[in-house]
């Protein structure tokens, strides 16, 4: 896939740049963490990564039964049955003129009796094509000199619904579709006219065919931002509301982030929808989106030539749901993520963390950009023994190194998932040095009141752990982090607070130590906590 810059005030560089850069805002090429490729250093990660983010996916079996419902899909299957043992066709592969009807009444596109509409011929004839194109059938030529199509080797397989082969054959018509799309958005009226020049206007012919390749390359780039964005909104939608007003689609991929339409982009927007109107159509066909077209009398009843679409007044749900309405459906998702993998981009599913053992869940956490932690958190300790699996995620949360402070965090968000279950567990490790203090946390949180208080060391070197997760987990927010800071136990004399927290020995203690000294509101608590950053700073 390649996707075109979204326009956006703040994606470019300059102040609020980093706040305002979305997935939708860069090329495709640097949105889905293929750094390496592209010369891209660490300094270079925090402005150019961000990351397509991960989406629920049903078994490939629920996705194949899908596939196979799919009206265009089941067709192709149909007819490469009926060319059994073999069906004589024209010279370009094609169904036979005599077999067109009988093909359309097959599929149920035709009455069984009396006459069959050319537009069934048509549609039979598009899903014959479609089943040359997977392979469902294949061509030949007899020793007589006859043409003649037979089943493939998919077939079979395919109908029995081998997830694998009709996964494989569906995301191949989507492809194909996907072109074809395309290729039908990028014609100019004139194309045709100049196809008929004559000879001597070879030099306009080149320049016609060259618009015709800029052209589709532009419709290629703004559907696959729409899919981008698509799959973006889909994978953040509650359940149920992942619909989409196809104007609300055009105006992500027109008006710049956090500015209000102005009259030429409201143009702007109509015109993208209606570029987009006629392809989503066309993927709608196999099954990547449910997609309700613009109503056609919108066009009547506007004054003049038609072209306002999107106006200023709001509308009610049954008007907006006239300028058409966009949803990505499971095997759309499927699809898209299917075709950044093979781009060699990173598109993961929710629970791909989850599959194996603790360690391995929160080393993952830890080092993915990519993920929902809560999602894959709740799956891995789904159906569990509660007391296994917290003596598990505590042993996994132990350790110093750099991502220490946030293992144990995610290991505390999983213990309020396995609940009051957990609590022997969890008693188990409060005089350890590394979880005492997150285990009394935790089991008081519970409505526990034995909870003995910890030692002076532990809790200052707990405040210093929580404190790192959260610069760990934040990556910085100010805000979110001046909220922290202002809760933090320093009363009347911080120089006596911060004199015992610099030599708490934990690998964070100076740079937790330098945040505070940065973000505290009161100055005399900053100052002393930026002497004591100091301080640790040179001790070590």
Known sequence: MAGRRRKNAGASGGEGAAETVLPADLELEDLYGAFAAHGLDDEDLDDAAVLVPPVKLPPEGELAEQAKAVPMFGYALTLARWAAPHRAVDEFGDLVEEDRAPAARLLGLAPAEGEVPEEAEVEALRAWSLACDLDLVELGTTAEGEHVAVPGPDLEP?????????????????????????????????????????????????????????????????????LQVLYETTAFADPGNETVPLGVLAALLVVPEGEEPSEELLGDITDVMVALDPMLGDLAELGLLDYRPIDPDLFDEEEGDGSAVVGEEPLDEEESARFGLVRLTPLGQYGIRQWLLEDGYDAPLVGEL?????????????????????????????????????????AAARGDDAYGPLRRMLCVSALDLLGPGAEPAVREVLDDPELGGAARAWLTAQGATDVPAPARAVALWTVVDTFAAQLLDNGGDAELLRDLVTDLPVKGDPATWFGELWRVDHPYTADVLEAIGELHVDRAVAKEARKAAFKARSKN
């Open 158 to 226: 395919a109908e029995q619904g081998d997830p694998e082969t009709v996964l494989e054959l569906w995301l191949t018509a989507a492809g194909i579709v996907r072109e074809l799309a395309v290729e039908a958005d990028s014609l100019p009226e004139e194309h045709g006219e100049a196809e008929e020049a004559p000879a001597e206007e070879d030099e306009e012919d080149e320049d016609g065919l060259s618009e015709v390749e800029e052209a589709r390359d532009e419709a290629a780039e703004l559907l696959d931002e729409a």
């Open 354 to 394: 989850a599959q194996g053992d603790a360690a391995e869940l929160l080393r993952g956490l830890c080092e993915s950009a990519n993920v929902l932690p809560e999602e894959e958190l709740r799956v891995w300790t789904a159906g569990r023994e509660p007391v296994a699996a917290a003596g598990e995620l505590l």
